[in-house]
């Protein structure tokens, strides 16, 4: 039964930097040696000596698969699960992006002082996803018993790096095709709600590649901050419509930033997917007031 003892200690090395021996966590090299020194005579002769053994292992280890695995070993995420469950299909797994899943329109928005703070209607509960970089945070809607409130959103804030979820009337289109530059730009103003703003242009409006009907689009305009200071802004949008509304993905950084977050912005509009749900399918309101 000693015999397998290199093999096992390899495999120590490839899957876990660390082990639970006796009560202890170990270092998973000190694990190796302990494997190693309670193998038996024949053992010793057979030519699985330790550089053998981790020789093997390197080369199996491509194909071991390990059961209750973290998700990010296991390529799986909480929002590809919650995707997968109601029939769509998960998002991709990209390096230095993070799942996002969430549901929307859960309840009515929240009325506070006469203002709906959602900043727009929705139709019917939506099931909004995309993947944002990992280094960025996410601001979900929250629901308290006058309503609920937020959009889907995420970013870097600090530095001026965000993505925010809207919907508003597609104004009767059918297809995205029929959708003006207009109503684009009108979008972005709904995500810019409590901004001051000003010049806002739409640009290089196409069609996105894969399955929906989703247009993406870039757009810049100018903030105008409490400070009196002008911020140029630029931005990517995704969008398709979703029982006769606009419902889209607006992405921002400022000028000075785009250069080296152009990219980020691109993976995150080309993620975007968005899918009418039955309330059915939505968790009951009251799990989330606890």
Same mark, same amino acid.
């Given at each position: 039964?000693?015999?397998?003892?290199?093999?096992?200690?390899?495999?120590?090395?490839?899957?876990?930097?660390?082990?639970?021996?006796?009560?202890?966590?170990?270092?998973?090299?000190?694990?190796?040696?302990?494997?190693?020194?309670?193998?038996?005579?024949?053992?010793?002769?057979?030519?699985?000596?330790?550089?053998?053994?981790?020789?093997?292992?390197?080369?199996?280890?491509?194909?071991?698969?390990?059961?209750?695995?973290?998700?990010?070993?296991?390529?799986?995420?909480?929002?590809?699960?919650?995707?997968?469950?109601?029939?769509?299909?998960?998002?991709?797994?990209?390096?230095?992006?993070?799942?996002?899943?969430?549901?929307?329109?859960?309840?009515?928005?929240?009325?506070?002082?006469?203002?709906?703070?959602?900043?727009?209607?929705?139709?019917?509960?939506?099931?909004?996803?995309?993947?944002?970089?990992?280094?960025?945070?996410?601001?979900?809607?929250? *629901? +308290?018993?006058?309503?609920?409130?937020?959009?889907? #959103?995420?970013?870097?804030?600090?530095?001026?790096?965000? @993505? $925010? /979820? !809207?919907?508003?009337?597609?104004?009767?289109?059918?297809?995205?095709?029929?959708?003006?530059?207009?109503?684009?730009?009108?979008?972005?103003?709904?995500?810019?709600?409590?901004?001051?703003?000003?010049?806002?242009?739409?640009?290089?409006?196409?069609?996105?590649?894969?399955?929906?009907d989703y247009v993406t689009w870039d757009y810049?305009?100018?903030?105008?901050?409490?400070?009196?200071?002008?911020?140029?802004?630029?931005?990517?949008?995704?969008?398709?419509?979703?029982?006769?509304?606009?419902?889209?993905? *607006? +992405?921002?950084?400022?000028?000075?930033?785009?250069? #080296?977050?152009?990219?980020?912005?691109?993976?995150?509009? @080309? $993620? /975007? !997917?968005?899918?009418?749900?039955?309330?059915?399918?939505?968790?009951?309101?009251?799990?989330?007031?606890?």
């Amino acid at each position: 039964p000693h015999c397998h003892a290199n093999m096992l200690a390899a495999l120590v090395l490839v899957v876990a930097p660390h082990a639970v021996l006796s009560g202890r966590v170990l270092n998973s090299r000190t694990v190796v040696n302990t494997l190693l020194a309670r193998r038996s005579a024949p053992c010793m002769m057979a030519d699985l000596n330790r550089r053998g053994a981790l020789a093997r292992a390197a080369a199996l280890a491509p194909a071991v698969f390990i059961a209750g695995a973290p998700p990010a070993l296991a390529g799986d995420s909480k929002a590809n699960k919650l995707l997968v469950s109601l029939g769509f299909p998960p998002l991709s797994q990209t390096d230095g992006f993070t799942n996002l899943a969430e549901f929307l329109g859960r309840t009515n928005a929240a009325n506070i002082d006469g203002q709906k703070t959602r900043g727009f209607t929705l139709t019917s509960p939506l099931l909004v996803a995309y993947n944002y970089p990992s280094s960025w945070v996410t601001a979900l809607p929250t *629901i +308290t018993p006058n309503g609920e409130s937020g959009t889907v #959103s995420a970013g870097n804030y600090i530095k001026g790096d965000s @993505s $925010s /979820f !809207v919907a508003l009337s597609a104004g009767g289109a059918k297809s995205m095709s029929d959708i003006s530059k207009s109503l684009l730009a009108e979008s972005v103003v709904t995500s810019a709600t409590g901004d001051v703003y000003q010049d806002v242009k739409v640009s290089k409006v196409k069609p996105r590649e894969g399955p929906g009907d989703y247009v993406t689009w870039d757009y810049t305009y100018t903030l105008l901050t409490r400070a009196g200071f002008e911020v140029d802004r630029r931005g990517i949008a995704a969008g398709t419509i979703v029982n006769g509304q606009l419902c889209a993905v *607006i +992405t921002a950084t400022t000028a000075l930033r785009w250069k #080296s977050e152009e990219s980020k912005l691109r993976e995150l509009a @080309s $993620s /975007f !997917v968005v899918y009418p749900v039955k309330k059915s399918a939505v968790p009951d309101t009251a799990a989330y007031l606890g």
